[in-house]
């Protein structure tokens, strides 16, 4: 998978060459390539904003360097991701689709935001898709964009040692996850439940989708609404 980022902060993707991410970039997986917006602009101060018509508080990010720098790297079949608290909600199954795409743009904007010409323009040439990570307001694109990419790029094949993994964690059934429990059996009074102990595969798999289902009734009803 081929990943462009576009920021005004390059500097906060170098967090990518850590942990596993890391890893997947060094061997090829995933191939990561991010730019500074600033290298799109004409004038001496390297504007990327104005102000907005209509009047408000704020800046918005101007049209013009984002369609320079997204014309020479948006590719044919690529997507483009645009972090907004104004989009769709972020979720597992669109994780999945992401890490199907094979190449994702990631327009971290800033201040008020991207013009809005700017997505109107590309979605008549590209899939573009506005994506909110929750019901909250960040400052700019760009952590939410590093949210997105790690939830995608684990689910590159190859990506997590054991897959198996994958398959049994929140949000990839509808539900959250049962708890987890290691080592020592017992630890400051608390021990680990007894059905964990017996060996028994098949009463610890009933145990885990109560536990799940019983987490998710307590601290995420929405979701069995669904």
């Given amino acids: 998978m ?15 060459e850590l942990s596993l991410l890391g890893k997947a970039a060094k061997s090829k997986l995933v191939d ?6 600033r290298d799109a602009t004409t004038d001496v101060h390297k504007s990327v904003d104005d102000t907005p018509y209509g009047g408000g508080a704020g800046m918005v990010m101007s049209p013009e360097p984002w369609g320079t720098m997204l014309d020479g790297v ?34 971290c904007g800033r201040y008020e935001g991207i013009d809005q010409r700017v997505v109107e323009h590309y979605r008549t040439t590209h899939r573009v898709v506005e994506v909110s990570v929750g019901d909250y307001v960040l400052n700019g694109g760009e952590v939410a964009a590093l949210a997105m990419m790690e939830a ?4 590159l094949p190859g ?7 994958l398959v ?21 009074g608390l021990d680990v439940p007894e059905v964990l102990l017996s060996g028994n595969h098949d009463a610890i798999r009933t145990w885990r989708e109560e536990q799940s289902l019983e987490r998710t009734r307590q601290v995420r009803p929405d979701l069995l609404e669904d």
Avoid: C
């Fill in 32 to 37: 990561v390539t991010v730019h500074d917006l």
């Fill in 159 to 165: 990506f997590m040692g054991n897959p198996e993994s």
């Fill in 2 to 16: 081929k990943i462009d980022i576009v920021s005004i902060f390059p500097g906060y993707f170098d967090v990518l």
């Fill in 152 to 155: 995608t790029v684990r689910l």
């Fill in 168 to 188: 049994e964690e929140s949000h990839e059934k509808g539900l959250l996850e049962y708890p987890s429990f290691t080592k020592p059996r017992t630890w400051r």
């Fill in 74 to 107: 948006l590719q044919e079949d690529s997507w483009l991701v645009v972090p907004s608290p104004a989009g769709q909600l972020f979720s597992q199954s669109l994780a999945v689709e992401f890490s199907q795409a094979p190449h994702l743009v990631f327009a």
